[in-house]
């Protein structure tokens, strides 16, 4: 929609017909004035928008991290780091189980 062709239709029929006595002072100053603002922002909307956002980009990060979680890793792990870890775990309860 063309607004300044609305405008200036709207401006033309207003003035074909003149305002009578009950307008009061400057209404179409006032009028004019206030349609010249800025649009005034709702709040829900605003919220809406940056939601949408948000799951724009979580969607990309889940994404990412399910294409990294799927590639086979470049080195296979030796069964050494796997082993050393199992008895560092299990060392202690060996301890705890000897002294009873």
């Known amino acids: 929609m063309k607004y300044e062709a609305l405008e200036k239709k709207l ?9 009578g006595d009950q307008v009061p002072y400057a209404f179409e100053q006032r009028v004019l004035a206030r349609l010249k603002q800025r ?4 709040p829900l909307a605003l919220w809406s ?4 956002r ?8 889940t994404l ?4 990294w979680a799927l590639t086979p890793p470049s ?4 069964g050494t780091y796997a082993d ?8 202690g309860l060996n301890e705890i189980g000897d002294s009873r």
Do not use: C, I, N, T
């Open 64 to 67: 990412l991290a399910g294409l």
């Open 39 to 42: 649009p005034q922002v709702e």
């Open 75 to 78: 080195k296979p792990m030796s």
């Open 11 to 19: 401006l033309a029929a207003a003035r074909s017909h003149p305002p």
């Open 84 to 91: 050393d870890f199992e008895s560092l775990v299990y060392a």
């Open 54 to 61: 948000a799951a724009v980009s979580s969607l990309l990060v």
């Open 49 to 52: 928008q940056w939601l949408w």
